[in-house]
């Protein structure tokens, strides 16, 4: 498991910057780690779409007894029939099979993703069919691990600044911006802690 080399840095440098999130950094112990594992990440990403983090749990635990393990080979063997008796919608089974032939025939460079900014990893990311701004962030957060992903369309983060923040539920744009530009270079980390303060276990993708 890989872990962000910049976390100590950034624990610093928002515990200066805003007096709520360092209490929160205070509070919950750990940081954000990796698999190092392009198509576990994606994929789990794809499960974890609009849905809650315990719904989302379910279904990948049956898909990984029913796989035996989340490989792209394990995952193209099993019929639409099996990945749907694991709870996954009929979308969702196509945007696995699209993914999962991608890996197999190497059309998803990793490597390439990794030399791209956040803004054009996004869009290169978001031409895979299944695959939206949302889930292409949650691929940057939790494998690639850098540090100033701002999932704004994430209901656990929305609800966490709302609780913490005091504001309407979901924050508008204006709030988004603001808590960007105040968490920056490091909104990763600021979203890490605001979900481990709704969610006691850590998510991890």
Same mark, same amino acid.
């Given at each position: 498991m890989a872990k962000p080399l910049y976390w100590k840095k950034a624990k610093t440098h928002l515990s200066k910057k805003d007096k709520i999130l360092r209490k929160l950094i205070i509070k919950y112990k750990g940081s954000l780690v990796s698999r190092d594992d392009a198509y576990y990440s994606l994929l789990k990403s794809i499960v974890g779409q609009q849905i809650s983090v315990a719904a989302a749990n379910s279904v990948w635990k049956k898909l990984e007894k029913k796989a035996n393990k989340i490989r792209?080979?394990?995952?193209?063997?099993?019929?639409? =029939?099996?990945? @749907? @008796?694991?709870g996954l919608s009929r979308q969702k089974i196509e945007y696995i099979k699209i993914i999962t032939k991608k890996f197999i025939d190497k059309s998803i460079s990793v490597r390439k993703l990794k030399q791209l900014s956040d803004e054009d990893a996004i869009k290169y990311l978001t031409t895979i069919k299944g695959v939206g701004k949302w889930t292409a962030e949650m691929f940057l957060f939790f494998n690639q691990l850098r540090p100033n992903i701002f999932p704004v369309q994430d209901i656990?983060?929305? =609800?966490?600044?709302?609780?913490?923040?005091?504001?309407? $539920?979901?924050?508008?744009? @204006?709030?988004?911006?603001?808590? =960007?530009?105040?968490? @920056?270079?490091?909104?990763?980390?600021?979203?890490? $802690?605001?979900w481990r303060s709704i969610d006691p276990v850590p998510v991890k993708y």
């Open positions: 792209p080979l394990k995952i193209s063997k099993l019929s639409k =029939r099996q990945l @749907s @008796s694991c656990g983060l929305l =609800r966490a600044i709302s609780i913490h923040y005091k504001t309407k $539920y979901p924050p508008n744009s @204006s709030q988004l911006n603001y808590f =960007r530009n105040k968490w @920056s270079p490091y909104c990763t980390v600021a979203t890490w $802690y605001l």
